[in-house]
């Protein structure tokens, strides 16, 4: 006789995100029955094969190849989305919401494209659509904003939000690590994306920017209307200069709201060592958020990982268990309203680092190409490189993004410079 007060889930992917959030059903599952009232099993899992079942010792009954068998078990009320990617993920999700099930996602690329299409199939069947673990791991943003600042008007979230990029920075940074290698430590642990392009190159974060950002300006803000640049042309030098003139070197996903004027942009930046983000290291993420009458908060923890990340999981499937679901705020249409001025030209101090001729006369000629474009330069430093060669390091006040990409054009243009080497946003 079927036992009434067992909920059934399944998971779809079980690799690092799900087989954490498996681990957790398994080892708290007395504790969620005695706190929460309810005795969570899975009952079904869908992988490629069984082997990922096998090789944590699950029994491989459980296994499921098929989505249409999930899609037609009524025993089941709640499926865990944790295979990644666009497709098939937005088939079998679209399938399970069909069928009534509500679900659980940790894929911000799919949500951060397609949030639009499948928050109305979930609406149009009664069921949630959670997707706490697709930001920022185990720390519960999404929750908060969708719940917690109703009275306030979000006008900035300032975070770090990618484990992998934090995680390689923080090695390149604290134990001169090579690039190479700390990837592939992150990949070993379990932090980074099946194609780690997406973590490196900023994607991962302008996905969650996309639905960060959203929620928090309740507007929406597709992922493609973010200024996006990644970590990869940042040296070893940048991190040695960062260090010199007291900053850290951090991948900042940054949004603001001023009226109707939206800012939304991923790019390394230097930190001042004092500001909070500079001491966020690791796989740990971090979100400055200020409301117009909370002030100033911060969220901080693990950013990625198994179960940090499946705890999120966790608790958005008792939510959908517990709870009624809950959708958008504002019209989730997938593009920028058109009330909102998206803006490009926007505010920030800079470092700039050229190589150039070791001449006289050459740093003059850079000062005022700079001044010219209105960018005042806040310290200028100039040191030998190879042979006859000179590298030359500016830090600007705060100037406009047009105004500095201009100089930098005229800049690469002078015949004693020879490159442009780096051009980092400074927070
Ligand atoms: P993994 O690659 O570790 O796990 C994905 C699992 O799903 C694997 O077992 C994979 O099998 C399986 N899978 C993939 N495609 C299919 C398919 N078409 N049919 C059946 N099974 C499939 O990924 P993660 O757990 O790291 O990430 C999962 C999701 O969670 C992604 O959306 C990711 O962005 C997100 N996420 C990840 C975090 C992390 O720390 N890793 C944190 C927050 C979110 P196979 O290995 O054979 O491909
Ligand atoms: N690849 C992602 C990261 C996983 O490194 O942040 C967590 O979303």
Known sequence: MKNKSVRNIAIMG??????????????????????????VRVKRILDRTDAPLRARGIDPSLYCGSVDELAADKEIEVVVETMGGVEP???????????????VTANKELLAKFWHELEPIAAAHGCGLFFEASCVGGVPVIRALGESFQGDRVQSICG????????ILSKMSSENLGYAEALGAAQSLGYAEADP?????????????????????????????????????????????????????KLLAIG???????????????????????????????????????????????????????????SDVIKALSDKPRYCDFANTGKLDKSVSLVG?????????????????????????????????????????????????????RAREHAVMQSLEAIGKLASVRS??????VL
């Open 14 to 39: 079980l690799g690092t995100v799900g087989g954490g959030a498996y681990d957790i059903i398994a080892s708290n599952g007395d504790y969620i029955e005695r706190t929460q009232g309810l005795d």
């Open 89 to 103: 993920a937005k088939t079998f999700i679209t399938k399970m919401l069909e069928s009534g099930k509500s679900v």
């Open 160 to 167: 770090i939000i990618n484990g992998t990029t934090n995680y």
């Open 197 to 249: 392009t997406s973590d490196v190159e900023g994607y991962d974060a302008a996905y969650k920017l996309s639905i960060l950002g959203s929620l928090a300006f309740h507007t929406c803000l597709p992922y493609g209307s973010i200024y996006r640049e990644g970590i990869t042309k940042v040296t070893a030098a940048d991190i040695k200069n960062a260090h010199d003139l007291g900053y850290e070197i």
């Open 256 to 314: 603001k709201r001023d009226g109707n004027n939206v800012e939304a942009r991923v790019h390394p930046a230097f930190v001042p060592k004092n500001h909070p983000l500079a001491s966020v290291s690791g796989a740990y993420n971090a979100v400055y958020l200020n409301g117009d009458h909370v002030g100033d908060l911060m969220f901080y923890g693990a950013g990625a990982g198994a179960h940090p990340t499946g705890s999120a999981i966790v």
């Open 345 to 397: 030209d926007f505010v920030s101090g800079y470092y700039l680092c050229v190589t150039v001729d070791d001449k006289a006369g050459v740093l003059s000629r850079l000062s005022t190409v700079l001044s010219d474009n209105g960018v005042s330069i806040k310290a200028a430093t100039q040191s030998p490189s190879d042979g006859d060669a000179a590298t030359v390091m500016f830090l600007t006040h």
């Open 420 to 425: 442009v080497d780096s051009v980092i946003r």
